[in-house]
């Protein structure tokens, strides 16, 4: 840098010594100056001009050597040095892009890369395959607009946190084919959406369902016959329990046919909750909700939360905002506030609070039962809603619980949109809360 400087100083300094010594000997010293710094000032823009033209990519261009010394050499070395750098930073980036996209292509999951807008940007083969896209003649449409489903539609519009969650979708090109669909913020503005064949898994999930409501149908009618005969057993036994002859027969069989009563009744219960459970899963949520007067709803399990009590006295309290209704169907919401209830008795100690509410706030409408019972400790409440998951086997079975009572009452608050929130502190109560979005709220 500093040669290059001293060199241009040098050559301008000489220029203007020569000047002087002419106009010295001539006497025209302002008409030699004007000539010199036009002359000066021609070579500096036939410089600029060359450098132009270079730039502009005309490469073959040889650059005379007035231009590859001094300060313009400098110059134009560190342009030439920096262009070669760029040029080999974008092979590089190229070569990557270009691994990433075989990579990608050869995915067995569809990626689509959409914008703010869910424009397309680029999509793999298997997007095509499984989404029916094709990367030549809907690259920059609209995907909203090419995938025909009120899910998907309804899933674009959730708010980003729920983006994370999938969701599954039959393809829009093979119905017989079922999706788990994931769209994935990126960069900012940007989403990836990945599309994954779950058909398999989907299947052996229905033949699970269909196993079990199967087993569960076939079971029923043996087993509500001889519950009936047990039962009948039961009565004939007491009628002869006054003949003196039978009293030793009857007092030997008394017990064990009382046993043989609760256990079938038991059983029944588990059928007829996994019957529930497998029609809330099966059958597609009922379109036409209708506002569900969940008052009056509240009302009349409160009464039967007081009968289920009975002699243990529970303070029983109900607080409803009597107008406040949600669209949906009013016996899923009876089944499961139902058993949110008659859990609470059934938890509570005797002379314990319960206190059910039904009320609204900028969230949404909210059932919440609050009682002040055992509690339950923060390691077991993620895995409360499993199908027969008990903190305590033995007292859940005491009171006559089946275990599959929350498992309902998720799947039903699932169906309208709302879930079920658990606050629990061992010896202090527990609160269970159903949170249902505005767009539930019937205004
Ligand atoms: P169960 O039929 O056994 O009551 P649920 O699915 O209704 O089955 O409840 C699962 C478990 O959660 C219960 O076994 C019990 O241990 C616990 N549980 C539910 N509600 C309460 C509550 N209000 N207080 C304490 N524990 C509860």
Known sequence: MKSSLLYTFFYISTTFLLVALLSTLTGYTLELLLITLTLILSWHLFNLYRLVCWLEKDYNLVLPDSITVGLWGKAVNKISSLQKHNRKRKRKLTNLLNRFRTSTQAMPDATVVLNSRYKIEWLNRAATRLLGLKACCDTGKLLPRLIHNPIFHEYLQSPPETLRDTIEMPSPCNPDKMLQVQLVPYGGNKHLLIARDVTKLHRLKQIRQDFVANVSHELRTPLTVLH??????????????????????????????????????????????????????????????????????????????????????????????????????????????????????????????????????????????????????????PRLTERFYRVDVGRSRNQGGTGLGLAIVKHVLNRHCAHLEIQSQVAQGSCFCCNFPVKMIVL
């Open 228 to 381: 009936g005969f047990i039962e009948t057993f039961q009565d004939e036994f007491s009628a002869q329990q006054q003949s003196p002859a039978c009293q030793e027969l009857t007092q030997e069989w008394q017990q064990p046919l009382e046993l043989m009563v609760q256990q079938s009744l038991r059983m029944q219960n588990i059928i007829n909750d996994l019957l529930v459970l497998s029609r809330l899963e099966s059958e597609v949520p009922n379109e036409q909700s209708v506002p569900v007067a969940v008052t009056q709803l509240l009302e009349n399990l409160h009464l039967e939360a007081i009968a289920l009590s009975g002699g243990q006295q529970h303070q029983l309290s109900l607080e409803s905002v009597p107008d406040l209704q949600v669209y949906g169907q009013a016996d899923e919401l009876n089944s499961a506030f139902g058993n949110l209830i008659f859990n609470a008795v059934r938890y509570t100690p005797a002379q314990g609070k319960i206190h059910i509410r039904w009320f609204w706030d900028d969230d949404g409408a909210h059932m919440s039962v609050t009682d002040s019972g055992e509690g339950i400790a923060s390691e077991h409440l």
